[in-house]
């Protein structure tokens, strides 16, 4: 037995060979450029340790997140034609749909839930991203209306969660048509008088912020969201003025009155599960106590009642 060929050799290409490395080990920060461990990452929601600014994530992992123990019932949307228009530009719109359902797992670019947060019965709709950038098209139009019907039977709080680069243009007119149903939903909700709350995150534009989320009964926010209805190149160019620092972020329309709370992911579950149970609660905490006004008013009632007529 050559001991230098069986052992030492071994040995010393085992110390100078490059090992190889995952690639999904780490990920970079598209904000600060930062390398995180995926660990790291994924304990910290999906967002940046060092910059705060909080990644996309799936509207599966949102369910998990703000669902009691991550247990919730999908609901079932009704069928909508697949390729109503018979679009193609570089690809037929079916294979692009193909494509978006391989990369996202879901079947369209929102999901419905129902389920328990905080012990109070909930609705749920969240967006997408990772679907065809969460367009909305003929059935993220039911998606919208499914759960406004299933908050009204279980008289319970609806809450959307957009994530949406706008209408989707392979329906056209379509995709256009579901911004008035989706103000129909809310309305079924508000009717009801049950709570609508809407959390905006990046990126809630075109359609969406013109329909039905900006019409929240709350409105909140993930810290940095970009919220909006055209893009910010875009407004500039048309106005030729320079836009101020941070325009279309949550914070900046916080500061102008668009959104009721910016919150940060790991908070935004306590936050809503607060909302909640002020809404849900109709009974006053303490005694009411006339007004001075109607004290006087209701004395005078009595003195009337009292004379002979």
Known sequence: MNWITN??????QALVTKRDVPDD?????????????HRELEANLKVCPHCNHHMRISARKRMELLFDDSQFSTIELPASPPDPLKFRDRKRYGERLK?????????????????????????????????????????????????????????????????????????????????????????????????????LTDPTTGGVTASF????????????????????????ETIREVLPPGFQR???????????????RAE???????LLKLLNDKTPSATVVPLKG????????????EEPA
């Open 7 to 12: 052992y030492v050799r071994p040995k010393i």
């Open 25 to 37: 080990l780490w990920e970079k920060c598209p904000n600060c450029g930062q390398m995180i461990f």
């Open 99 to 199: 494509e978006a359902g391989a990369q996202s797992k879901e079947n369209e670019a929102i999901l419905v839930a129902h389920g328990k947060m905080g012990g109070l019965p909930i609705v749920l709709a969240a967006f997408n991203f990772e679907f065809m950038a969460g367009s909305m098209g003929i059935a993220v139009g039911e998606g919208l209306l499914a759960p406004a019907r299933r908050a009204v039977l279980q008289e319970a709080p609806l809450i959307v969660i957009p994530a949406s680069g706008g209408a989707r243009m392979q329906e056209g007119i379509l995709s256009l048509m579901q911004m008035p149903r989706s103000i129909v939903a809310v309305e079924m909700v508000k009717e009801a008088g049950l709570p609508y709350i809407v959390v």
């Open 213 to 236: 989320a900006m019409l929240g009964d709350i409105a909140l926010a993930e810290s940095g969201a970009i919220i909006g209805f055209a893009g910010q190149r875009v407004i500039q």
């Open 250 to 264: 949550s914070e900046y329309l916080l500061d102008h009155g668009m959104v009721d709370m910016v919150v940060t």
């Open 268 to 274: 935004m579950r306590d936050k809503l599960i607060g």
């Open 294 to 305: 109607e004290e006087a008013m209701a004395t005078d009632a009595e003195i009337v009642a």
